[in-house]
């Protein structure tokens, strides 16, 4: 298996764009997770799907962050607009099921100017 | 929700002495607590992980304690190598099947 899955790697953009990052989780996993990571805030959890329904959201930051789940191999978190608060690493994860071990992808380093 | 701390946030070792990380949690129904390694510029990856219903697990260099009375876990590392160098998190999961990630701890493992 090619593990978790995430585009693009690096992004670099301007205040006020759209930001979309994309996620394909492992095969079977009935679970995925989106974090975000900087080093002032460490990482956090910012909304996770189990059988693709959204079970928390509670950690997204505001409006502006949008997350989607339309099927079992495929997840998108948007940011529109983007700011320069939103630069970190965005990490998206599965797990077999909500009680096992999380599988990271390389992650998504956004950069908003 | 969950009030997940580490100890230390950092932590220099020589090669081949001990380290220990501590990570205590609040919610007592907690039942899964997983611990991650980061190395530098890449993903978190699971290590060892322990469950409600045992004390100890051991994998080679590496083993966690869980001391689900006091609401506190650790992780053990013996023999340590530079390789070791990195950022350990805790991960401990609530009843209400979400994780939280403790705020790491930057282990050096000085040669």
Same mark, same amino acid.
């Given at each position: 298996?090619?593990?978790? $899955?995430? +585009?693009?790697?690096?992004?670099?953009?301007?205040? /006020?764009?759209?930001?979309?990052?994309?996620? =394909?989780?492992?095969?079977?996993?009935?679970? &995925?997770?989106?974090?975000?990571?900087?080093?002032?805030?460490?990482? !956090?959890?910012?909304?996770?799907?189990?059988?693709?329904?959204?079970?928390?959201?509670?950690?997204?930051?505001?409006?502006?962050?949008?997350?989607?789940?339309?099927?079992?191999?495929? +997840?998108?978190?948007?940011?529109?607009?983007?700011?320069?608060?939103?630069?970190?690493? #965005?990490?998206?994860?599965?797990?077999?099921?909500? %009680? !096992?071990?999380? #599988?990271?992808?390389?992650?998504? *380093? &956004?950069?908003?100017? | 929700?969950?009030?997940?701390?580490?100890?230390?946030?950092?932590? +220099? @070792?020589? %090669? /081949?002495?001990?380290?220990? $990380?501590?990570?205590?949690?609040?919610?007592?129904?907690?039942?899964?607590?997983?611990?991650? =390694?980061? %190395?530098?510029? =890449? *993903?978190?990856? &699971?290590? $060892?992980?322990?469950? +409600?219903?045992?004390?100890?697990?051991?994998?080679?260099r590496i083993a966690v304690t869980l001391?689900?009375?006091?609401?506190?876990?650790? &992780?053990?590392?013996? %023999?340590?190598?530079? !390789?070791?160098?990195? @950022?350990?998190?805790?991960?401990?999961?609530?009843?209400?099947?979400?994780?939280?990630? /403790?705020?790491?701890?930057?282990?050096?493992?000085?040669?």
């Open positions: 298996d090619a593990g978790v $899955i995430q +585009s693009p790697r690096h992004e670099v953009t301007e205040m /006020g764009q759209e930001v979309t990052l994309r996620c =394909k989780p492992i095969s079977g996993h009935n679970s &995925l997770f989106w974090y975000r990571q900087t080093m002032m805030r460490g990482l !956090e959890l910012l909304i996770y799907f189990n059988n693709n329904v959204p079970i928390d959201d509670s950690g997204m930051p505001e409006d502006r962050f949008s997350a989607k789940m339309p099927n079992a191999s495929f +997840s998108t978190l948007k940011i529109q607009p983007s700011e320069p608060r939103d630069s970190a690493v #965005y990490f998206c994860a599965s797990s077999p099921d909500r %009680e !096992e071990t999380q #599988y990271f992808g390389p992650g998504t *380093r &956004l950069l908003v100017l | 929700g969950e009030n997940v701390e580490q100890h230390p946030s950092t932590l +220099s @070792v020589q %090669e /081949g002495d001990s380290a220990v $990380i501590k990570c205590t949690y609040s919610d007592s129904a907690s039942n899964y607590f997983p611990w991650y =390694k980061q %190395e530098l510029g =890449k *993903r978190p990856q &699971l290590i $060892i992980d322990i469950r +409600s219903n045992v004390g100890e697990k051991k994998d080679q001391n689900k009375t006091a609401k506190h876990f650790s &992780l053990h590392i013996t %023999e340590t190598q530079p !390789e070791d160098s990195a @950022v350990y998190f805790c991960a401990p999961q609530n009843t209400g099947n979400q994780f939280y990630f /403790g705020t790491g701890t930057s282990l050096t493992v000085i040669p």
